[in-house]
């Protein structure tokens, strides 16, 4: 039996870093990446199982690490799974407001994680209604860009921010690191 988990799990770990390029961190503000839905394609689900998924798929997109701690800071341009966004239809972005999506809206690419999808004590929805554009800085080029802010979560200890880079892939950090568009910029930016 172990063999037979080995195999699959060696697999995704291979793909999961050949997919996002970035060094593994720790809660520490380093970085972290993000393990996502093209490793389970690559072993041949080509479609998840939303009824019933393994719970190995099921906790991989909790926002959780195996030791409990919440996952931060990652940065996965080259995700395949979050394709490019047009910024002209960038807030018909799909997101999910004023819940923790379900596993089945995480699988799709509508939110990055989804915490378990019922309420907590410990991690709740930030409330602020989405899509947003933000500037965020990404580690890849080196500068400030534009992203589609696609899920807001809260704790005591940190606010973590998820989005969608226009160019296609994921990533997030914590929420000091965004700046908000106001709606003089949004229009500038969506008129380029």
Known sequence: MKSVLLLPTILIAFIFIQSCANKLETENDEAIILNKTDAYMALGNVEPDYEHPTPEQYANNKGYWENGQLITKFDCPDSRFFPPIDIKVWDKTPVVNGRFPTYEET?????IHHYGEKKSSLIKPYPMTLPKLAYCYNPSTGRQEVVVVIQIVQTAKDTVVGYRYLTGGV??????????????????????
């Open 107 to 111: 699988m799709k690419g509508i939110s």
């Open 171 to 192: 990533g997030g950090s914590v929420f000091h690191d965004f700046r908000f568009l106001t709606n003089d910029e949004v229009k500038a930016e969506v008129s380029k």
